[in-house]
Nanobody, 119 residues
Framework: QVQLVESGGGLVQPGGSLRLSCAAS????????MGWYRQAPGQQRELVAV???????NYADSVKGRFTISRDNAKSTVYLQMNSLKPEDTAVYYC?????????????WGRGTQVTVSS
């Protein structure tokens, strides 16, 4: 059973920074990709950043240059460093892990962590 546990959310002023962590049960080497999504009230869940197993990264246009996704394989943890935060970054942030098996993608989700950007 895959478990993903997010932490690091909170309340921050505009222009501030937060670092989210996602701790996975078991080795993250077993996943084909890991990433972060977010969902604001009344909005659909959207991709923020993703890191396939080859180490490449991809970001939503709205966070490029401000957010950085990284991983620590020894700790089975994926991070999202968020800088220059804006009120529109306010959302619940979810960690996602994907595994491709026989042409079927299996997605696993954490419970989410709230990020609020407000003065």
């Amino acid at each position: 059973q895959v478990q993903l546990v997010e932490s690091g959310g909170g309340l921050v002023q505009p222009g501030g920074s937060l670092r989210l962590s996602c701790a996975a049960s078991g080795s993250i080497f077993s996943f084909d990709a890991m990433g972060w999504y977010r969902q604001a009230p009344g909005q659909q869940r959207e991709l923020v950043a993703v890191m396939p197993s080859d180490g490449a990264t991809n970001y939503a246009d709205s966070v490029k240059g401000r957010f950085t996704i990284s991983r620590d394989n020894a700790k089975s943890t994926v991070y999202l460093q968020m800088n220059s935060l804006k009120p529109e970054d306010t959302a619940v942030y979810y960690c996602n892990a994907g595994r491709l098996i026989m042409a079927v993608i299996y997605n696993y989700w954490g419970r989410g962590t709230q990020v609020t950007v407000s003065s």
